[in-house]
């Protein structure tokens, strides 16, 4: 019974992500820019790689490529499960995205242990409510793609951070003489990770045949943050059009700059909020610590009663819906 229960928690967990990740990509989809106007001195139909779609850079293209096709799982039974899930791929993208080699298969086996061990454990204790347990399964399932998130975003926070910097290196190597490809390389050596890996990628798919723009699309692709993708629209222009690239790639470092400098205003600015709302969650614990510790029989008695228990469930369930919904309103979008 308890084996049963435990998949059936599994599927719930693993619908709900599947689902997210189908709204995600939708969304996505619709947001996407429109891509650029066919070039007049390439006939339709003559490139395929051009045609790809936003998110085909992990597939094969027509050029030699050095992007490895991993599979969803090493498991064919649960690959194949996998493969018939609508949105799967966002989930893979992502996990490549935060720089990780774990596959989708991987991850998902992680949601499902977690998941079925916090079921088992709080299964066996009486005090538990069964929808208590069922509730905090759900939410430890949840926690190793909530990881992949995180550490998503931490990824694409660093390179926010050094891309300003090394656009001015590009810029000086290109105001110095050097064409786009050496500086290009000469970057990619002096930047740290994990920039310094995509350009290195960008530039090995150029070594082996790649043209510029599908290589710099893959990178817009690889790292979906604004200032990449001006930075991919900046170079794919001025190879159509000519002109002066340092002086683009200089003007485009300041703006990033000051963009950055905008975030962090607006950050400092939520930080107060959100500390309220880190205060007010935890207010209650201390009021029911201190309560213990001067009337013990008084809040016994709440939790050892059937209706007292499950009042102190509910309100730990409205606490944290509280706590996510005070943050939510005091981070600042721009």
Known sequence: ?????AALLFLVVFAAVAAAMTLLRETVGRSAVPPDAEDPGNPAGEDETQSLSSFDW?????????????????????????????????????????GMSWSVGRLTAMMLLSAA???AILWRMSWVASWVAFALSIAAGALPYAAVRRRRAARLGKFEEQF????????????????????????SRETPQP?????????????????????????????????????????????????????????????MREAAALRGEAKSISSHGKLTGNIL??????????????????????WNHPTGNQLIWLSIGALA????????LADVKL
């Open 1 to 5: 019974m308890l084996t049963l229960l």
């Open 58 to 98: 992990l597939r094969p293209v027509n050029a030699p490529a050095i992007l490895r096709e991993d599979s969803l799982s090493s498991i064919s039974l649960w690959e194949g499960i996998l493969a018939r899930v609508d949105g799967i791929e966002m989930m893979r993208h992502q996990i490549a995205e935060a």
């Open 117 to 119: 061990a916090v079921f």
């Open 164 to 187: 300003p910097e090394a656009l001015d290196s590009l810029a000086r190597s290109l105001r110095a003489g050097n064409a786009l490809m050496p500086a290009m390389e000469l970057l």
């Open 195 to 255: 920039l310094g890996g995509e350009l290195r990628r960008i530039v090995e798919e150029r070594r082996l045949g790649m043209h510029w723009d599908v290589a710099l699309q893959h990178f817009a692709e690889r790292v979906p943050i604004v200032e990449v993708s001006i930075f991919v629209a900046a170079i794919q222009l001025q190879s159509r059009t000519g002109g002066k690239l340092h002086e683009v790639l200089g003007k485009l470092a300041v703006n």
């Open 281 to 302: 969650t935890a207010l209650p614990f201390v009021i029911a610590a201190m309560m213990s510790y001067v009337n013990p029989p008084s809040m016994l008695g709440l």
């Open 321 to 328: 819906a509280a706590h996510f919904i005070i943050r939510k």
